[in-house]
Structures are given as C-alpha cells and as structure tokens.
C-alpha cells in the first residue's frame, strides 16, 4: 500500500522559510514522479515543483525564485524548500505520487499532470502570518 506523509507544516512569519517533507513507502519499484501541490480554499488545487526518479527536477515559474525540491534517497523522503513566505503562500500542501514516468514530462500547470496523480498524502497546513 503506498502511502504519502507529509510534515513540516505550521505557522510561519512573512519572510520566513519552511521545509516541508514528505515520505514515501509501499512504491513497488523505483520508477515515479512525485510532486508537490498546493490548494486555498475555493481554489484549485496547483504544482508548486516535481520530482521524477530519473533525476528531472522541475519547478513551476511562478515559483521558481524561492522554492527547491530536493530528494533524501535514503530516507525515501522529498523535500519542498520555500523561502520568502508571504501571506500568499498560505494553503494546505500535499504531495503526490504516480508510478510511471510519463507524468514526468506533463505540463505541472496543467490538470492533465495533476489528474495523473495516483496517490496523495493527507496534507499539510501552511499559515504566514504579516
């Protein structure tokens, strides 16, 4: 059973930074591609940065200036670095994951990438404070 973790989550000040994690476990193979959303309330739900098990790393424009996605192999755990959080940032965070590659080379923006999604964590709250 695959199943996605996500922590890291909290109450931050603007200008501050988070590192959000999520676990992965019960992936059958080492083939994937793994990616971070965020949702608001009343809005969809949007790829913040992925992470393909071939090494690709991709994160979206709109954030490409204060987000790193990293991987802890070892750990079977990826990373999603923000920095310079603004009210803005504020939403639930999730992670997911689907076990093939094709999603790997999807538009992140589009719904296409984000129905390609198998397998989701729970979430994570992110709360910047001005």
């Known amino acids: 059973q695959v199943q996605l973790v996500e922590s890291g989550g909290g109450s931050v000040q603007a200008g501050g930074s988070l590192r959000l994690s999520c676990e992965l476990s019960g992936l059958s193979g080492s083939i994937y591609t793994m990616a971070w959303f965020r949702q608001v309330p009343g809005k969809e739900r949007q790829a913040v940065a992925k992470?393909?098990?071939?090494?690709?790393?991709y994160v979206v424009d709109a954030f490409k200036e204060r987000v790193t996605i990293s991987n802890r192999y070892t750990e079977n755990t990826v990373d999603l670095q923000i920095d310079g959080l603004t009210p803005d940032d504020t939403a639930t965070y999730y992670c997911?994951?689907?076990?093939?590659?094709?999603?790997?080379?999807?538009?992140?923006?589009?719904?296409?990438?984000?129905?390609?999604?198998?397998?989701w964590g729970k979430g994570t709250l992110v709360t910047i404070a001005s």
């Open positions: 992470l393909c098990s071939s090494g690709f790393k």
């Open positions: 997911a994951a689907v076990e093939d590659l094709s999603a790997c080379s999807y538009d992140s923006r589009s719904n296409t990438f984000r129905l390609a999604m198998k397998y």
